[in-house]
Structure formats: C-alpha cells, structure tokens
C-alpha cells in the first residue's frame, strides 16, 4: 500500500511538473510572438487583391509565371482602399529577376534551380545575376545565369523542373538553391478557376486544371475588376461612398469567404490538444501542431522524412546524376538566423530528410556560414524588413557572395 501511494505521487509530481513547463512555456511563447495569439476580425484585416494571376498551371512542374505580366494590386485595410500599385514579377521569359536574352551563347552556361530566396525584381537587385558577374570577373568567360527559380517551391519540384529542362537548356553547371523548409515541401499545383470575378486562384494537390474545391486552398484573392481605374477612383471617395461600391462589396464577400475556408495561421493559447513543450522537442517547432491544422495552401508538406519513399523525386534525381551536368546544392540561411548563430531552422523531420538528400544524390549541401562571416548587425541587414527575411539588397549581394565561392572553390569544370 506505501508503494502504491509512493508511485502515485511520484506520478501526481511529474504531472504537475509537466503541466507548470507546458503553461510557463505557452506564457513565454505568448509574450514572444504575440502576433502568433492575437485575433483580428476578418473583415478588419489588412490584405491585398490582384486584378489576374502571376501563375498559370504546369502539369509537369506545378506552375510557372505568366511571362512579362504586369498585374496590378489593390490594398485594403479596414474594409476600404488604402494603396493602389502595378508591379512587375515575371520578365519576358517567364522567370524571376532580371531576363537573360543571350543565355545560349555564353561560354559558361548557369542554371539556378530554387525557391523565392533566389527570387527578384525584374530590374534587381539579383543575386543570380550578381553571381554571374562576379564569376565572369574571376574566369575571364563569358558567364550567363539563368533564374529557374519558382516561389513556393520545395525541393522534389526543383529537382522535377531540372531534370525536364536539362535538354532544352543545356546548363554547364546547375545550382539548386534554397532556404531549409523547402526540404519538406510538397509538389502542389496552382490553378486559375473559373472566369470574370468569379474566378479563383487555388493551390491543390491534385494535378489537375480544375481541383476540387474541397481540398483546394486559395492562394490569392483575384477579382478581374479591381482594375486600376477603380482602384484611383476608390482613393478619391470617402469612407462611406467607398462602403457602398459594388466592387468593393465583391472583395470583401470574397475575402472573407476564402479566409473562413483556408483558416488562419493563428496559435491558441487555450488549446488541449497540442503541447508546445512536446512539438519543440520533436519537431523544433513550437507552433508546429496547430499550424498544420490549415489547409494546404502555399507550402503543402511531404508525409515521408526519407526522399527514397518518393518514387517520382527517385526518378528525377536519377536524370539529373545521370546526365553527368555538374550540380551544387546550395542552403540559404536566413539573415535572422544566421544573427542568432544558426545556419539551419529544421525540426527532426527536415533534419532528416536534409540527410536524405546528401545520401540520394551523393552530393554535399554548402552552408552560407561556412563561405561568408557576418556581424550580428550586418546579418539582419540581409532581410528586406523585419518581418520579412527575403534578400535585401544586401542580401542579395551576400548570398552571391557565397555561390560564387562554392562554385570556384569545389573544382568545377568551369575554368
């Protein structure tokens, strides 16, 4: 009977220990990220709607960009018009950055396979093209280097595009580059459905130019009539004459409906169901439980931690090896964790699959700590904002830097 009371305690201990880390640990996490907790009412939020779509469904490689488009974007907060813009995405060959006309004749061929990180402006900055300028510089050749990166990308995708396009543009050396969660992405495809103001912009797991709507999630608001001119037109009127728009009626209903199906990626202090203690420690992702919860909408991820569970990704790694290309695979760490000492933000699974990838294709995958030492400071200057750790231009600058010392310093057949 001692025994019994002994090991109930024991247990009434370790239970109450494990639920003052649990709660201690969801406080800290709370006044850490507080936007992570903190609810906004939908028709409140602040988002934007585009006139068309820069994407167009590819059934080979999930999607590619409407070449040379110029859509234009309408912000909104509050339920009215607060900004009105056109920007440029895709150049006249349909990839990011800056266009490459004469590709074909360069002595020295670069393909760059990635993910938004390796994404620019039409007129740069762009590291991709910096690269090319600055291995032009070393080698005294001719050096080209062609962006085939796609935002949302994860690497099986990579890997699928590089091994379709290896024939038509007969690269002298491929570069895949990326940031560490596109090691669990997912292939997905994005889709334009249905016409005029009813159309909708879905991302879905289902190869098809039509996904069930079900098990589709939208990637963007488009409403074909948020046009330019309207969008002038709203600036001029006040709060009121803009609340009876039609158009803007239109918005707002849309908004709120794909909001109310895609869910919020928004933590719960309160929820029993998940542990934050638990996902840290398996995952290295506090918030991992209750975020996927969500749809699949831009970054849908794999169900496997080992790349040989992936028949299609086997194939397209065997065309790429095979075809005797010279590759590097090339990690792009984020400025805010590199300010922090880290080169990787991966829980066990991505841990896991970045080994997988090293064991499939035999190659190693290069560190951006291990080519270039930054201050704290200096690497924070490497996000475009604070919230948002895409390249600035001196990100961009840093990460060509970093490529174009891999691809000198690991003896490629390029002098």
């Known amino acids: 009977m001692h025994r019994i009371r002994s090991v109930f305690r ?5 239970a109450a220990i494990a639920i003052a880390v649990e709660g201690g640990y969801r406080l800290y996490l709370f006044f850490k990220y507080r936007d992570y907790f903190r609810t906004t009412q939908i028709d409140a939020a602040a988002f934007s709607v585009w006139n068309t779509s820069i994407w167009q469904y590819d059934p080979d490689y999930g999607y590619g960009y409407v070449p040379a488009i ?3 974007s309408t912000s909104l907060k509050d339920g009215l018009v607060t900004a009105c813009g056109e920007f440029a995405v895709a150049n006249e060959q349909g990839n990011l950055g800056p266009p490459v006309p004469d590709f074909e004749e360069a002595e020295i061929r670069i393909v760059v396979f990635g993910d938004s990180f390796a994404g620019a402006y039409l007129t740069g900055p762009a590291w991709t093209k910096m690269l090319g300028e600055k291995l032009e510089r070393e080698l005294g050749k001719t050096v080209r280097v062609l962006n085939m990166a ?24 491929m570069l895949f580059a990326f940031n560490g969660p596109a090691l669990e992405r997912a292939r997905y495809w994005r889709t334009m459905v249905g016409t005029g103001d009813d159309v909708r912009l879905y991302s879905s797991l289902e190869n098809s ?46 908004h709120r409906d794909i909001v109310i199906k ?13 542990s934050y203690v638990y996902d840290l420690v398996r995952y290295r992702n506090a918030f991992r439980s209750q975020w996927r919860t969500l749809l699949p909408s831009t970054n849908p991820q794999v169900t496997y931690d080992d790349y040989r569970s992936d028949p299609k990704f086997m194939a397209d790694v065997a065309g790429v090896v095979g075809s005797g290309v010279p590759f590097v695979f090339v990690h792009l ?9 880290r080169e990787f933000d991966l829980d066990n699974r991505g841990r896991k699959l970045l080994d997988s990838l090293r064991n499939v294709t035999g190659a190693e995958i290069h560190n ?13 200057r490497m996000c475009s904002t604070p919230t948002d750790c895409h390249p600035s231009e001196f990100g961009h600058g ?11 310093k690991h003896g490629l057949p390029l002098r």
């Open 10 to 14: 024991l247990l009434i201990t370790v």
């Open 70 to 72: 110029r859509p234009h």
């Open 150 to 173: 796609r935002d949302g990308y994860g690497v099986p995708q990579m890997i699928a595009l590089a091994n379709g396009k290896l024939k038509e543009l007969r690269p002298s050396l």
């Open 209 to 254: 130019p039509s996904p069930d709507p079900e098990n589709a999630a939208d990637s963007m608001i488009v409403l074909a009539s948020a046009t330019p001119e309207w969008c002038e037109q709203q600036l001029k009127k006040s709060p009121d004459e803009q609340r009876n728009d039609p158009v803007l009626h239109k918005i707002i209903t849309k």
């Open 262 to 274: 895609n869910g919020t990626p928004q933590a719960n202090l309160f929820d029993l169901k998940a």
């Open 333 to 341: 760490a984020l400025g805010k964790s590199i300010s922090e000492g």
């Open 368 to 380: 951006t700590t291990d080519f270039i030492s930054l201050s704290r400071e200096d690497a924070l």
């Open 398 to 408: 840093v990460y060509a830097e970093v490529a174009s010392k891999i691809i000198l």
